[in-house]
């Protein structure tokens, strides 16, 4: 549909608040705009909690809306890895996913003092859709309240650990949902992550097609709350690991069983008289390593698991620092 139709002219009228005029104006400005995308993301982007709960089925709505639900589904079964969607086809994970971090690269990633244009990252993001890095106004984020937690009966606290990043999604966010957002600093950020750290959860850098195909959230995640943990964990493979993948010292290990419990994705098992670290189900995210009260544990870099999302160093690759 042309920009200057009917119905852009109308959206142009009646679109008042500037942070929603600015997310139109930036939908309507890319190559592969549709109105279908500028609907979902506005929806999307206005009703957080109840997108999630109908995506994952914890609304009652759900029931009538199967199609909706189903998209948190797949039909076969999948390795754990992205990227398997038959060729010219995109699977739901390529058009909405995260990137597991571990605590360093997720503080970096809240520290960009400038904006940035990264274009497509297909060796960090290994997804068809929805992998570049476009950072505008980077220090405008905001502590949102996070909608998996919000949807549970007795979610996991505390509940503001969302970080929208950037622009025109953290405006767009704070605008509709100010009962429910905070604005923080980029050093608020960080101690954000930090806390959620040390409470075991996992730091994910989210990325979804109708949100301008490209990063716009860190998400603190937790797998009894998480709709992607739980979808990838069901075969639905949303998540990509962090490039790196947990070793155990297993001469050091006092078999206390602390990394197992802290482990989000249930990669660290009993194996007859000891634990051991299964290198596929392993992300990478690092919750364990300080948990271990003898440091038998450590993150190694698994070049076959990807590139990490390290925010400095691909800055300086580009020639951008």
Avoid at 65 to 86: I, N, W, Y
Avoid at 272 to 294: S, Y
Wanted: contains cysteine; proline residues 6%; positive net charge.
């Amino acid at each position: 549909m042309s920009r200057h139709s009917p119905f852009h002219m109308l959206a142009r009228f009646f679109i008042r608040n500037p942070a929603t005029r600015a997310f139109y104006a930036e939908f309507v400005a890319r190559p592969d705009y549709s109105i279908w995308k500028l609907l979902h993301g506005y929806v999307y982007g206005r009703w957080p909690q109840l997108y999630i709960a109908l995506g994952t089925g914890r609304h009652p709505l759900a029931r009538m809306l199967k199609s909706l639900s189903s998209l948190f589904r797949t039909s076969t079964p999948s390795s754990g890895e992205p990227g398997l969607s038959s060729p010219g086809q995109r699977a739901f994970a390529d058009t909405y996913h995260g990137k597991v971090l571990h605590l360093d690269h997720a503080r970096k990633l809240v520290a960009v003092n400038r904006s940035i244009d990264l274009g497509d990252l297909e060796h960090v993001i290994p997804y068809a859709a929805a992998r570049e890095i476009v950072l505008r106004h980077p220090d405008h984020i905001l502590a949102l309240n996070c909608p998996c937690r919000a949807s549970r009966p007795n979610p996991c606290g505390p509940v503001d650990v969302c970080l929208i990043v950037g622009e025109p999604f953290a405006g767009f966010i704070a605008e509709h949902h100010p009962d429910k957002s905070r604005w923080i600093t980029q050093e608020e950020a960080q101690e954000i992550l930090k806390a959620e750290h040390n409470r075991g959860h996992v730091h994910h850098a989210f990325f979804k097609d109708v949100m301008l195909g490209r990063f716009y959230a860190i998400c603190n995640c937790c797998s009894c709350c998480c709709g992607a943990m739980q979808a990838h964990r069901s075969g639905t493979p949303m998540l990509a690991s962090s490039g790196y993948v947990c070793v155990m010292d297993r001469e050091s290990c006092i078999d206390c069983g602390l990394c197992a419990k802290y482990c989000q994705f249930q990669a660290i098992q009993r194996r007859g008289d000891g634990w051991e670290v299964d290198g596929v189900a392993c992300m990478g995210c690092g919750v364990c390593v300080p948990k271990c009260p003898q440091a038998a544990l450590s993150l190694v870099r698994a070049s076959y698991r990807g590139e990490p999302l390290n925010i400095q160093e691909i800055m300086i690759r580009r020639g951008l620092s």
